[in-house]
């Protein structure tokens, strides 16, 4: 049995009918053709399908669509400009299949509105959760201390 919801999706407001085992990624690639979000492990672990939900972080192939009901989901594909960390990433080449980068940008705008200077530990524990199968973890880290900079100097 499928029943609508209703939710901001990257600022505009959206409709779609869902069935109650459908994951918010599901849902953000099949209805809305946004394809930023990747279920990978299916599990909760590699970050690939994050996207934010009210400015969280969540993992979207565990994230019953459901739960969007009235809520504001951002996803990578959100803003029509690079970001200072869109940009930072491509500047440092902190991507190479570039299939977990949405998960890695996303969680990094999560960290930097948290901690706007993080240290390199802070950076490390913090994206813990987001795996890069290219193993650029010296890249990303290079992209999120020069994300801070640009939003700093911003």
Known sequence: M????RFKLNGESVE???APHETLVEVLRDAFGLYGARESCGQGLCGCCTVLVEGTAVS????LATLAEGAHVQTVEGSSELD???EAFI???AFQCGFCTPGFIL???QLLDEIPQ????QIKHYLSGNLCRCAAYPQIIEAV???ARKRRNA
């Not at 499928?2 to 919801?5: K, N, Y």
């Not at 979207?60 to 994230?63: E, K, P, R, T």
């Open 107 to 109: 969680m990094t705008r």
């Open 16 to 18: 779609a009918q869902v």
């Open 145 to 147: 201390q020069l994300a």
């Open 118 to 121: 993080p240290d390199e530990e």
């Open 60 to 63: 979207g192939c565990l994230y």
């Open 2 to 5: 499928r029943r609508a919801i």
């Open 91 to 93: 500047e440092s080449s």
């Open 84 to 86: 200072a960390v869109q």
